[in-house]
């Protein structure tokens, strides 16, 4: 039995939508350099605190501006509706060029990133690690679909 594990192709065209807004939030994060904004705060349970100077606790509530986060997981549910839906043409050469397209991501990511580990510091690095996180899937989306693209261009 065949078993395909990728969404429904209308998930690919609610994922483009979602991503416009959210890529704005998260870029409005990073370049206006304020993780956290005075708009409203709200009560989030949080795993571990840990402040500056002192012990971190397990399992507290904190209030927080959830703005940052809203926007990162929109960003990352765009992404993943994108990244994991089937095509309207799908067949087994398309999973071959997901599969190439994801090992491929997967290298350059990883040369990214220890190019980042080495030469990031401080904040910067904190700034690098949140863009890091969505590297994956963008360069997966664009490999996969400019690969599609030469190849439907090449059987017309």
């Given amino acids: 039995m065949k078993h395909t594990y990728l969404l429904p192709y ?17 870029l409005w ?12 705060h709200i009560p989030a349970l949080a795993i571990c ?9 397990i399992l ?19 992404l993943c509706f994108i990244a994991l ?12 060029i997901r599969m190439s397209s994801l090992v491929w991501s997967l290298w350059i990511t990883a040369v ?11 904040f910067s690095f904190l700034y690098f690690c949140f863009s890091a ?4 899937f963008l ?3 664009l490999k996969f679909n400019i690969t599609m693209h030469k190849v439907r261009r090449v059987e017309k």
């Fill in 10 to 26: 209308k998930f690919k065209r609610i994922g483009m939508w979602m991503f416009i807004p959210f890529c704005a939030m998260c």
């Fill in 29 to 40: 994060c990073i370049i206006s350099g304020e993780l956290e904004f005075d708009y409203f």
């Fill in 49 to 57: 605190v840990q402040d500056l100077f002192e012990n971190p606790s």
């Fill in 60 to 78: 507290e509530v904190v209030k927080n501006d959830p703005i940052n986060e809203i926007a990162m997981l929109g960003f990352l549910v765009s």
């Fill in 85 to 96: 839906s089937k095509e309207r043409d799908e067949d087994e050469m398309t999973g071959q």
């Fill in 112 to 122: 990214v990133l220890a190019f980042g580990i080495l030469f990031f510091y401080q």
């Fill in 133 to 136: 996180i969505y590297f994956v």
């Fill in 139 to 141: 360069l997966y989306i």
